[in-house]
């Protein structure tokens, strides 16, 4: 099946493990210095999945791993700095302004931001969402939706990149 594009969405499939490292690798040459990407969804769904492909795609060569208990993990060494933050285990306001959130928002590299639904009323309005759900054991849809100009653009890129046309 191919991807629906409606405007500044796409909703699309991925039918592996392989294929969704794909999908993030393609993200991330895309990726620019102040990008913010948010993910979401359950445990198990691939936020970090894509988030190691999203690394390959910075040409990032470090293990890249889940930050659920760090909260914050460093990538630099590649095209641009990759910050992969987790909030999973945060809970309030006070616990997600406490880890500096808006710091690595505003920062030089891409933010990937697992579990981001925990803090949506402090993302930057301007940014891709991505909302990951099981289909099957194997089997993911993938929904993303570009808010500004800028992630549209990038949107657009990627669905041509991806899968043509």
Same mark, same amino acid.
């Given at each position: 099946?191919?991807?629906?594009?409606?405007?500044?969405?796409?909703?699309?499939?991925?039918?592996?493990? =392989?294929?969704?490292?794909?999908?993030?690798?393609? !993200?991330?040459?895309? =990726?620019?210095?102040?990008?913010?990407?948010?993910?979401?969804?359950?445990?198990?769904?691939?936020?970090?999945l !894509?988030?190691?492909?999203?690394?390959?795609?910075?040409?990032?060569?470090?293990?890249?791993?889940?930050?659920?208990?760090?909260?914050? %993990? /460093?990538? $630099?060494?590649?095209?641009?700095?990759?910050?992969?933050?987790?909030?999973? $285990?945060?809970?309030?306001?006070q /616990?997600?302004? %406490?880890?500096?959130?808006?710091d690595?928002?505003?920062?030089?590299?891409?933010?990937?931001?697992?579990?981001?639904?925990?803090?949506?009323?402090?993302?930057? /309005?301007?940014?891709?969402?991505?909302?990951?759900?099981? !289909?099957?054991?194997?089997?993911?849809?993938?929904?993303?939706?570009?808010?500004?100009?800028?992630?549209? =653009?990038?949107?657009?890129?990627?669905?041509?990149?991806?899968?043509?046309?």
């Amino acid at each position: 099946m191919s991807p629906v594009m409606t405007g500044p969405t796409i909703d699309f499939f991925s039918h592996s493990v =392989a294929q969704t490292r794909r999908f993030g690798f393609r !993200l991330g040459q895309f =990726a620019q210095p102040g990008d913010v990407f948010c993910l979401e969804g359950p445990l198990g769904s691939g936020k970090t999945l !894509l988030t190691q492909g999203i690394g390959q795609g910075l040409d990032i060569h470090t293990a890249i791993t889940s930050p659920t208990f760090t909260l914050i %993990n /460093e990538y $630099r060494g590649g095209r641009i700095p990759l910050y992969h933050i987790d909030l999973y $285990r945060l809970h309030s306001d006070q /616990e997600i302004w %406490n880890l500096g959130l808006l710091d690595y928002l505003e920062s030089d590299g891409l933010s990937v931001v697992e579990w981001a639904d925990q803090a949506k009323r402090v993302m930057p /309005e301007r940014r891709l969402w991505i909302t990951l759900r099981h !289909l099957s054991a194997t089997k993911r849809g993938i929904l993303m939706q570009a808010k500004g100009p800028r992630y549209i =653009a990038l949107l657009t890129s990627f669905r041509r990149d991806a899968f043509g046309g």
